[in-house]
């Protein structure tokens, strides 16, 4: 599966951004999906997975109440709603996928678990 991000940008902070995951390829609905972030001298960092039919959310700690992930699968895209935007939200989101079975309940959260990664789009928030 390929994937495209988008809907990043700068915005100031307490403001919104909606970025999207568009999936080409491989039927979707087959795809556990996540977004990570990376910012510059940092690790890259779990955000949000969204499970293969939807019904299973996960969001960090940091982002619990001011981010959310959905999806449509009708349309082949994931979404993070991004509201209540912090400076250190700043980074370059990038948006994973997998369809392999999973051996353990946490495996969303590690990044060498996903074998489909987007470009990336860059978050700039203003403070």
């Known amino acids: 599966v390929q994937l495209q991000a988008s809907g990043g940008g700068l915005v100031q902070a307490g403001g919104s951004l909606r970025l999207s995951c568009a999936a080409s390829g491989r039927t979707f609905s087959s795809y556990g999906v996540g977004w990570f972030r990376e910012a510059p001298g940092k690790e890259r960092e779990f955000v949000a997975q969204i499970s293969r039919s939807g019904d299973r959310t996960y969001h960090a700690d940091s982002v619990k109440g001011r981010f959310k992930i959905s999806r449509d699968n009708t349309k082949n895209t994931v979404f993070l709603q991004m509201n209540s935007l912090k400076p250190e939200d700043t980074a370059v989101y990038y948006c994973?996928?997998?369809?392999?079975?999973?051996?353990?309940?946490?495996?969303?959260?590690?990044?060498?678990?996903?074998?489909?990664w987007g470009q990336g789009t860059q978050v700039t928030v203003s403070s």
């Open positions: 994973a996928a997998d369809e392999s079975v999973k051996t353990y309940s946490t495996w969303y959260r590690n990044p060498n678990e996903y074998a489909n």
